[in-house]
């Protein structure tokens, strides 16, 4: 005969409190997505008072959609309300993080990310059932735009600032002129961001989706760093053109299907005094080291995103967004780099050196 537990009914309603917070964050997201989509936010960039109805004069959008709207982001704190003139005002801390998109506070690219990932959701569920994998490719197209968007702040802030400089002797190698490979590269943010900062260098990235590498040459285009910036289709254990002073791979290594076989490759690829940088999501090597609220989104990535990718390929190794330094370094030691070590870190990252 079952029992029916005891309820506590404090934790009850301290979990329902969680529920109405985490309902209304969801809810907000797709109005995030709308107030990027058209401009919204860059409307209200300048800190001025606005009611719907200048809103509407500034955007060419309907001023009854951007009554509730206002209404919902000033519910949220996205947007300040005053009462007594009945005007929304978006402020400087706020227009850093939704209106800038160089900025390295940019959030929206998160939101769209995610938006990917709900419309993606019946695939994801039919996979738990199958156990099969979904690739990059096979996703919703706001997937790769909205990745691009996401972690590109993390890189503005980081990458040349302070990632390679902690690299032994890689800035000043870069300096003076080397050859870099990019591998995983997508859009070809990081790529770009390098080629900027480094102009004698020579770079060239890689990454096996079609869309994303016609997206990079095209965004290199734009920058002006064309003539030293080169992207092909190919994927992890098949690019070429070594040998490279440095190589790398940014929040990539682990949506591989052979991450072991790709390490390999780089070495195959690398000079033998070079240096291969890893950066990968921050996460401890315990799953209680990750119960947090960077680790909640990553572990929501990780089974909507990473896993399925890695299934979807050779071998399935399936290290997911939560694999840590301990297994990230056997992974790189079995694929023929003797030293690993953490060479920098943030909230939301963990970049490793690797060297034969």
Not at 50 to 78: H, K, M
Not at 152 to 170: E, I, K, M, Q
Not at 171 to 178: H, N, Q, V
Request: aromatic residues 8%.
């Amino acid at each position: 005969m079952s029992t029916t537990p005891a309820i506590d009914e404090a934790k009850l309603e301290a979990f329902m409190e969680r529920f109405v917070g985490d309902l209304g964050a969801c809810a907000t997201a797709p109005l995030v997505v709308i107030g990027d989509k058209l401009g919204l936010y860059k409307a209200m960039a300048d800190g001025e008072p606005v009611t719907p109805a200048d809103l509407a004069q500034r955007t060419g959008c309907r001023e009854r959609y951007l009554r509730e709207w206002l209404c919902q982001q000033a519910a949220s704190r996205y947007v300040e309300y005053e009462p007594t003139a009945g005007t929304f005002r978006l402020p400087a801390e706020q227009a850093m993080a939704l209106a800038a998109d160089d900025s390295p506070a940019f959030i929206p690219g998160a939101f769209q990310l995610l938006s990917a990932m709900i419309k993606d959701e019946p695939q994801i569920t039919e996979r738990f059932r199958s156990g099969e994998g979904m690739g990059w490719h096979e996703h919703d197209h706001d997937l790769f735009e909205g990745t691009e968007r996401f972690f590109r702040p993390g890189y503005l802030a980081s990458l040349t600032t302070a990632w390679l400089p902690a690299l032994d002797g890689v800035t000043e190698r870069l300096t003076d002129g080397a050859r870099v490979a990019d591998i995983g590269c997508g859009h070809g943010a990081s790529t770009i961001l390098m080629a900027h900062a480094f102009p004698a260098s020579t770079f060239a990235g890689s990454d096996y989706h079609e869309d994303s590498i016609a997206a990079a040459r095209a965004a290199a285009e734009r920058a002006g760093v064309s003539d030293r910036v080169t992207f092909e289709v190919a994927d992890a254990k098949a690019f070429a053109g070594g040998p490279y002073d440095l190589i790398c791979v940014f929040d990539a290594l682990h949506d591989m299907g052979d991450p072991v076989g790709a390490a390999r490759h780089v070495r195959s690829q690398l000079a033998d005094d070079g240096v291969w940088m890893v950066v990968e999501p921050y996460a401890g090597d315990s799953v209680e080291e990750n119960l947090n609220p960077v680790g909640r989104v990553f572990y929501a990535g990780s089974t909507m995103l990473c896993t399925p990718a890695s299934l979807s390929q050779e071998v399935g190794l399936a290290l997911g967004a939560q694999a840590g330094e301990r297994r990230l370094t056997e992974v790189l030691n079995q694929g023929g780099f003797s030293r690993v070590r953490r060479a920098a870190e943030t909230p939301f990252n963990i970049i490793l050196e690797a060297r034969p």
